[in-house]
């Protein structure tokens, strides 16, 4: 069985910097891409960022230059640096990973969430 467990998310001021993590666990033979999605109250869930096993990454417009997404492949370790924090990037923080494990073969998975609140 595989899941995600996510860490960091949390209260902070606008401008202010938060880390998030994601660790895949379980029996797999291969994670192909990591990412974090969000959801806002009343709004769709949306990609933030996400990267390949290659080390490309995709970020939404509205968080380049400010969110850095970053993996340790060798602990299945998914981190994503936010910085310049604004209250519109408020919103539940979804870890998402594409892997391909002995019974299931290839598909999403998703963790909990975890909440990160701007607000002064």
């Known amino acids: 069985q595989v899941q995600l467990v996510e860490s960091g998310g949390g209260l902070v001021q606008p401008g202010g910097s938060l880390r998030l993590s994601c660790a895949a666990s379980?029996?797999?033979?291969?994670?192909?891409?990591m990412g974090w999605y969000r959801q806002a109250p009343g709004k769709q869930r949306e990609l933030v960022a996400d990267?390949?096993?290659?080390?490309?990454?995709n970020y939404a417009d509205s968080v380049k230059g400010r969110f850095t997404i970053s993996t340790d492949n060798a602990k299945n370790v998914v981190s994503m640096q936010m910085s310049g924090l604004k209250p519109e990037d408020t919103a539940v923080y979804y870890c998402?990973?594409?892997?391909?494990?002995?019974?299931?073969?290839?598909?999403?998975?998703w963790g909990q969430g975890t909440q990160v609140t701007v607000s002064s």
């Open positions: 379980g029996s797999f033979f291969r994670i192909n891409a």
């Open positions: 998402n990973a594409e892997i391909i494990s002995p019974v299931l073969g290839r598909r999403p998975y």
């Open positions: 990267i390949t096993s290659g080390g490309r990454t």
